[in-house]
């Protein structure tokens, strides 16, 4: 008899830190590994955030907080939501969390009970899937493809919606695709959700503010469906916070009520210092992001202009966050030497092994003939990594 839980044993481990993990193992052998598997920018938090944290551990916010988060910072997050995505979130329809990870976990696991089915567009977020089953649901995945830039439509999300459908969760811009969702898809994905009335939407926009297409758009913001979405967002991202771990979810206040009962069991209220920080985060202009935007989208034009030159491969356009997902299909079948390339993760090993990049296989996300490429590091260090992926790759015959 295993002396572990089922409910462990089952789950499988993130991916995207797995690689990381191996990633830093070679580096501490003394590999000159190029490490692109994280999901975290590069750039450091801006100074008036660590400026409120100092002030705050000055000021004795040491004590415990509550479970929610400080009432000032729930405010501040619902005039963020009303100024930037047109939502009205009372600040008692908002919860603070560590990261917008628990944010995620707290709303699965407060609607979904076991066999109810929830609905996830592939690629998806590593964590989705595995938080599902957490709360032994039943994961319902959605195919999408490069050509139509990894988003799905509404005729394909009405024929998957069952009897037993609690839930769709989606991200825009989205990782690891980088796609967003425009104002009038997301009206269209609401128009089909509203015709069921016991489905939710959790839309994870956490990548809010790293958008190259104009205005974020948020699904919540229509008025005929607000009352049945959970909208996550968080500071790691956007503010380059990702160490402080805060996230937050606004939601309809008895779904707000389950989020608030079930953090108080699990962790009780997120860190006092980091929630100062976060609060003068949020209440600044976003134009103070804005520099760090402009940043990735120089990068994601010169990774694609490079990646292009190598033979095989397939991109799009990514609108937002920090990926690109190209298709590497044509590789599977391919040897060098001891390397047989059968699918996205023998090929992520492959170029891990062999050209000392380390990047994330398309199967974490639910695709496997994509890889995803994270460009949240230096244009000198991007552009060695795509020369050693290419030397790489052309070996394969």
Same mark, same amino acid.
């Given at each position: 008899?295993?002396?572990?839980?089922?409910?462990?044993?089952?789950?499988?481990?993130?991916?995207?830190?797995?690689?990381?993990?191996?990633?830093?193992?070679?580096?501490?052998?003394?590999?000159?590994?190029?490490?692109?598997?994280?999901?975290?920018?590069?750039?450091?938090?801006?100074?008036?955030?660590?400026?409120?944290?100092?002030?705050?551990?000055?000021?004795?916010?040491?004590?415990?907080?509550?479970?929610?988060?400080?009432?000032?910072?729930?405010?501040?997050?619902?005039?963020?939501?009303?100024?930037?995505?047109?939502?009205?979130?009372?600040?008692?329809?908002?919860?603070?969390?560590?990261?917008?990870?628990?944010?995620?976990?707290?709303?699965?696991?407060?609607?979904?009970?076991?066999?109810?089915?929830?609905?996830?567009?592939?690629?998806?977020?590593?964590?989705?899937?595995?938080?599902?089953?957490?709360?032994?649901?039943?994961?319902?995945?959605?195919?999408?493809?490069?050509?139509?830039?990894?988003?799905?439509?509404?005729?394909?999300?009405?024929?998957?919606?069952?009897?037993?459908?609690?839930?769709?969760?989606?991200?825009?811009?989205?990782?690891?695709?980088?796609?967003?969702?425009?104002?009038?898809?997301?009206?269209?994905?609401?128009?089909?959700?509203?015709?069921?009335?016991?489905?939710?939407?959790?839309?994870?926009?956490?990548?809010?503010?790293?958008?190259?297409?104009?205005?974020?758009?948020?699904?919540?913001?229509?008025?005929?469906?607000?009352?049945?979405?959970?909208?996550?967002?968080?500071?790691?991202?956007?503010?380059?916070?990702?160490?402080?771990?805060?996230?937050?979810?606004?939601?309809?206040?008895? @779904? %707000?009520?389950?989020?608030? !009962?079930?953090?108080?069991?699990? &962790?009780?209220?997120? /860190? $006092?210092?980091?929630? *100062?920080?976060?609060?003068?985060?949020?209440?600044?202009?976003?134009?103070?992001?804005?520099?760090?935007?402009?940043?990735?989208?120089?990068?994601?034009?010169?990774?694609?202009?490079?990646?292009?030159?190598?033979?095989?491969?397939?991109?799009?356009?990514?609108?937002?966050?920090?990926?690109?997902?190209?298709? @590497? %299909?044509?590789?599977?079948? !391919?040897?060098?030497?001891?390397? &047989?390339?059968?699918? /996205? $993760?023998?090929?992520? *090993?492959?170029?891990?092994?062999?050209?000392?990049?380390?990047?994330?296989?398309?199967?974490?996300?639910?695709?496997?003939?994509?890889?995803?490429?994270?460009?949240?590091?230096?244009?000198?260090?991007?552009?060695?990594?795509?020369?050693?992926?290419?030397?790489?790759?052309?070996?394969?015959?």
């Amino acid at each position: 008899m295993s002396k572990l839980s089922s409910r462990i044993t089952n789950l499988s481990e993130s991916q995207t830190l797995a690689m990381t993990k191996k990633s830093r193992e070679l580096q501490a052998q003394g590999r000159d590994i190029i490490n692109l598997s994280i999901g975290e920018p590069d750039f450091d938090t801006p100074l008036f955030v660590k400026e409120a944290a100092k002030l705050a551990i000055d000021n004795n916010y040491t004590h415990y907080t509550p479970v929610a988060g400080y009432l000032d910072l729930r405010k501040a997050i619902s005039t963020k939501f009303k100024r930037d995505n047109n939502l009205n979130y009372t600040p008692e329809q908002i919860i603070v969390s560590t990261g917008a990870k628990q944010s995620i976990a707290n709303a699965v696991l407060s609607l979904i009970n076991p066999g109810e089915e929830v609905i996830v567009p592939i690629p998806y977020w590593v964590s989705y899937i595995e938080t599902i089953k957490l709360a032994e649901g039943v994961p319902v995945t959605l195919s999408t493809t490069i050509d139509s830039n990894f988003k799905i439509t509404p005729e394909q999300l009405k024929k998957a919606i069952t009897p037993k459908t609690k839930m769709i969760i989606f991200s825009t811009p989205c990782n690891p695709s980088g796609s967003v969702y425009s104002k009038a898809e997301l009206k269209a994905l609401a128009e089909v959700v509203i015709q069921f009335p016991d489905v939710y939407i959790l839309s994870d926009e956490i990548y809010e503010y790293i958008n190259f297409v104009g205005k974020h758009e948020s699904i919540a913001q229509f008025d005929f469906i607000y009352d049945r979405v959970i909208t996550v967002n968080g500071m790691s991202k956007g503010f380059a916070m990702t160490g402080w771990r805060i996230g937050y979810l606004g939601a309809p206040k008895w @779904i %707000s009520d389950a989020c608030d !009962k079930m953090q108080g069991q699990f &962790t009780s209220g997120a /860190s $006092s210092i980091a929630q *100062m920080a976060a609060l003068e985060a949020v209440k600044a202009n976003p134009e103070v992001t804005f520099g760090m935007r402009d940043a990735f989208r120089k990068r994601r034009d010169l990774v694609l202009g490079l990646l292009n030159e190598i033979p095989g491969i397939k991109t799009n356009v990514p609108e937002g966050a920090f990926y690109i997902f190209f298709d @590497i %299909s044509s590789y599977f079948g !391919k040897s060098f030497e001891n390397y &047989t390339i059968k699918n /996205s $993760s023998d090929l992520s *090993m492959y170029l891990l092994e062999s050209g000392n990049v380390a990047l994330v296989s398309g199967d974490a996300f639910g695709d496997d003939n994509c890889i995803r490429f994270s460009y949240a590091t230096s244009e000198d260090k991007l552009i060695e990594a795509v020369k050693r992926v290419k030397e790489a790759m052309v070996k394969l015959k």
